[in-house]
């Protein structure tokens, strides 16, 4: 014992300690950098990234955010319902083209201007004046290329129930109307929302469902002749979707 305490000398001890400190500041240099290399080898890298490796199952729900996506890469995204191809919001602006001592006379007199038209089912409107008012009258129609169809709108019906069954080649214009709107002199009826809804389909099977804005302007009203232009004017809106 008397021996060991004889070694322990102050200097023996800080000796000690200093290799101590010594070895174990090595240990870690080399450790730090051991991993610091190990960790620049496993980074992870679009060229380390194999070819088709990350799957959708990889991603994470809402990772990817409209940020990171090149819109130009995208194609067409199909509608979110049953009725696969819908038209924009087509405006025609139409002038008067007749004019009638009633109104029967007036609408049997105008001139149709089509609004929509496919393998099914034609739409079109009528601008003229009503001379019992005077008025100016916007009407819109539609007729079928193949008996048996039915259709529903504002103004009219055809269920196939009587009197007037079904929507047939043939049907008298009176009884296939969907919406109409007029308009007194020196003034402007409009009727965009709420009752411009319509909706037919064919024998086939085949459907249609959109909407009719429409609109007149029937002389020069107080505030001016506005979007509709000078003269006697009708404004027909029209937006389908069909099967």
Same mark, same amino acid.
């Given at each position: 014992?008397?021996?060991?305490?004889?070694?322990?000398?102050?200097?023996?001890?800080?000796?000690?300690?200093?290799?101590?400190?010594?070895?174990?500041?090595?240990?870690?240099?080399?450790?730090?950098?051991?991993?610091?290399?190990?960790?620049?080898?496993?980074?992870? @890298? @679009?060229?380390?990234?194999?070819?088709?490796?990350?799957?959708?199952?990889?991603?994470?729900?809402?990772?990817?955010?409209?940020?990171?996506?090149?819109?130009?890469?995208?194609?067409?995204?199909?509608?979110? &319902?049953?009725?696969?191809?819908?038209?924009?919001?087509?405006?025609?602006?139409?002038?008067?083209?007749?004019?009638?001592?009633?109104?029967?006379?007036?609408?049997?007199?105008?001139?149709?201007?089509?609004?929509?038209?496919?393998?099914?089912?034609?739409?079109?409107?009528?601008?003229?004046?009503?001379?019992?008012?005077?008025?100016?009258?916007?009407?819109?129609?539609?007729?079928?290329?193949?008996?048996?169809?039915?259709?529903?709108?504002?103004?009219?019906?055809?269920?196939?129930?009587?009197?007037?069954?079904?929507?047939?080649?043939?049907?008298?214009?009176?009884?296939? +109307?969907?919406? &109409?709107?007029?308009?007194?002199?020196?003034?402007?009826?409009?009727?965009?929302?709420?009752?411009? +809804?319509?909706?037919?389909?064919?024998?086939?099977?085949?459907?249609?469902?959109?909407?009719?804005?429409?609109?007149?302007?029937?002389?020069?009203?107080?505030?001016?002749?506005?979007?509709?232009?000078?003269?006697?004017?009708?404004?027909?809106?029209?937006?389908?979707?069909?099967?």
């Amino acid at each position: 014992m008397n021996q060991i305490r004889k070694r322990l000398t102050y200097a023996n001890v800080m000796s000690s300690i200093a290799v101590f400190l010594v070895l174990g500041g090595a240990t870690a240099i080399a450790a730090k950098k051991i991993g610091t290399k190990q960790l620049k080898a496993n980074s992870v @890298t @679009t060229g380390k990234i194999k070819k088709n490796a990350v799957t959708t199952a990889k991603i994470k729900n809402n990772a990817v955010t409209g940020a990171k996506v090149n819109e130009s890469t995208l194609g067409a995204v199909p509608l979110a &319902n049953n009725l696969s191809y819908m038209t924009q919001l087509k405006l025609t602006k139409a002038a008067s083209s007749a004019t009638g001592a009633t109104d029967a006379a007036g609408a049997a007199a105008a001139t149709p201007v089509t609004l929509y038209d496919d393998s099914h089912f034609t739409v079109y409107g009528k601008c003229y004046v009503d001379s019992s008012g005077p008025f100016l009258r916007a009407r819109v129609y539609i007729a079928t290329k193949q008996d048996g169809a039915i259709f529903d709108s504002d103004d009219d019906e055809l269920d196939g129930a009587a009197p007037d069954g079904y929507l047939n080649i043939g049907t008298t214009e009176s009884v296939r +109307e969907m919406m &109409n709107v007029l308009a007194t002199a020196n003034s402007a009826e409009i009727q965009y929302e709420g009752d411009t +809804e319509f909706g037919a389909t064919a024998a086939d099977g085949y459907t249609i469902q959109g909407d009719v804005p429409i609109a007149a302007k029937f002389g020069i009203p107080v505030a001016g002749d506005g979007p509709y232009g000078p003269g006697d004017v009708c404004l027909f809106g029209i937006s389908v979707a069909h099967s």
